[in-house]
């Protein structure tokens, strides 16, 4: 078992930025992400890294977002930057552990990001 524990998010306004953390209870050989959902939409990806720091994007939120991991710390950030209204949504940070040949993923409790003026 893998428990997350985010922090970081609030009330901002439109062009501002937040940084969200995400600790795990142990270290994570595979991908850390994190993913939104916005009142009445499904989840949606918002950005990955594995464990080498390659990372993935949405289209929108490339060149304003930025994904990091301190993997001696277990831990995984997302750097906001430029946020829009429409940037508002419930972050939920992602693992992903794979044993044998079964993938297992784990999600954080979520944490509120408000974007208005």
């Known amino acids: 078992q893998v428990q997350l524990v985010e922090s970081g998010g609030g009330v901002v306004q439109p062009g501002g930025s937040l940084r969200l953390s995400c600790a795990a209870s142990r270290s994570i050989s595979s991908i850390m992400g994190w993913y939104r959902q916005a009142p009445g939409k499904e989840r949606e990806l918002v950005a990955t890294?594995?464990?080498?720091?390659?990372?993935n994007y949405a289209d929108s939120v490339k060149g304003r977002f930025t994904i990091s991991r301190d993997n001696a710390l277990n831990t995984v950030y997302l750097q906001m930057n430029g946020l829009k209204p429409e940037d508002t949504a419930v972050y939920y940070c992602?693992?992903?552990?794979?044993?044998?040949?079964?993938?297992?993923?784990?999600w954080g409790q979520g944490t509120q990001v408000t974007v208005s003026s």
């Open positions: 890294i594995t464990r080498g720091r390659n990372t």
């Open positions: 992602n693992a992903v552990t794979y044993i044998g040949s079964g993938r297992y993923d784990y």
